[in-house]
């Protein structure tokens, strides 16, 4: 079963589970981002093909750290 198969006993059973995320609100968040991902995947048929239909089909490369010196951690 996948995130977006989930009800709400779901939500509470891990809820409800040690060492797993308490938050309803963020539960509930994974659950929708799942259902909206299937949606997406359904329409488009993959998540590349989603991504390349927003930009004419080509790769779209951002280096947020080009020309800039990057810091040595």
Not at 36 to 50: H, L, N, V
């Amino acid at each position: 079963m996948g995130y977006c198969d989930w009800d709400t006993s779901s939500e509470l059973n891990i809820m409800n589970t040690e060492g797993m995320i308490r938050s309803r609100r963020k539960i509930e968040a994974v659950i929708n981002n799942a259902r909206c991902f299937q949606k997406m995947r359904a329409e488009f048929g993959s998540f590349d093909d989603y991504l390349r239909a927003h930009s004419d089909g080509k790769s779209i490369i951002q280096n947020s750290l080009a020309g800039k010196e990057k810091s040595r951690l």
